[in-house]
Antibody
Framework: EVQVVESGGGLVKPGRSLRLSCTTS????????ISWFRQAPGKGLEWVGF??????????EFAASVKGRFTISRDDSNSIGYLQMNSLKTEDTAVYYC??????????????WGQGTRVTVSS | DIVMTQSPLSLPVTPGEPASISCRSS???????????LDWYLQKPGQSPQLLIY???NRAPGVPDRFSGSGSGTDFTLKISRVEAEDVGVYYC?????????FGQGTRLEIK
């Protein structure tokens, strides 16, 4: 059974950092893209960024709103993905979801999602 | 960025009746491999999003066959042949052809 579990959320002050983890099981982690999405309170879904599998260089891409502040990494040996969030802003407040992406160089669907972890940026 | 526009944004439906949601993209979602990189997701109340349809018209495993996706180029449609109470939630279309990946605003389906 495929499982995706996010952790690491919490309350953080503006300008500080937080690292989210995406712990997975039930599939060959190294074969898939790992993507992060977020949903601000009462709002729709927003893509944050993803990291491709190592076949495609393990390269990452990001939304403009987080580029330069957020990084994504992956630990294929332990089937865990990470979202490092630096210089956090109040507008980064959201539930963050990790998802498995399927496809080739460009993942074209996301079939397993975690339950989300809440990040609140406030002084 | 590719802009995704859904309509309607609110959809009250009587159980057993059909429902349809439209999604339009600001540019074609046709990949060179001849597939359209358009997905549909449903977020039920209090839950994470779940994949319904991928590559425009392919039902994800476990998705009931009352759900169908169609369309091409820039115009896509999600149809539910007979709405059931468990179908309530917010439906999103999403394009994955180009980054940034973008979503429609969401369509909230409610039962009359």
């Amino acid at each position: 059974e495929v499982q995706v579990v996010e952790s690491g959320g919490g309350l953080v002050k503006p300008g500080r950092s937080l690292r989210l983890s995406c712990t997975t099981s039930g599939f060959t982690f190294g074969d898939y893209t790992i993507s992060w999405f977020r949903q601000a309170p009462g709002k729709g879904l927003e893509w944050v960024g993803f990291i491709r599998n190592t076949v495609y260089g393990g390269t990452a891409e990001f939304a403009a709103s987080v580029k330069g502040r957020f990084t994504i990494s992956r630990d294929d040996s332990n089937s865990i993905g990470y979202l490092q969030m630096n210089s956090l802003k109040t507008e980064d407040t959201a539930v963050y979801y990790c998802s498995r992406g399927s496809g080739s160089y460009q993942a074209y669907y996301f079939d397993y999602w975690g339950q989300g972890t809440r990040v609140t940026v406030s002084s | 960025d590719i802009v995704m526009t859904q309509s309607p944004l609110s959809l009250p439906v009587t159980p057993g009746e059909p429902a349809s949601i439209s999604c339009r993209s600001s540019q074609s979602l046709l990949h060179s491999n001849k597939f359209h990189y358009l997905d549909w997701y449903l977020q039920k109340p209090g839950q994470s999003p779940q994949l319904l349809i991928y590559l425009g018209s392919n039902r994800a495993p476990g998705v009931p066959d009352r759900f169908s996706g169609s369309g091409s180029g820039t115009d896509f449609t999600l149809k539910i042949s007979r709405v059931e109470a468990e179908d309530v939630g917010v439906y999103y279309c999403m394009q994955a052809l180009h980054t940034p990946i973008t979503f429609g605003q969401g369509t909230r389906l409610e039962i009359k």
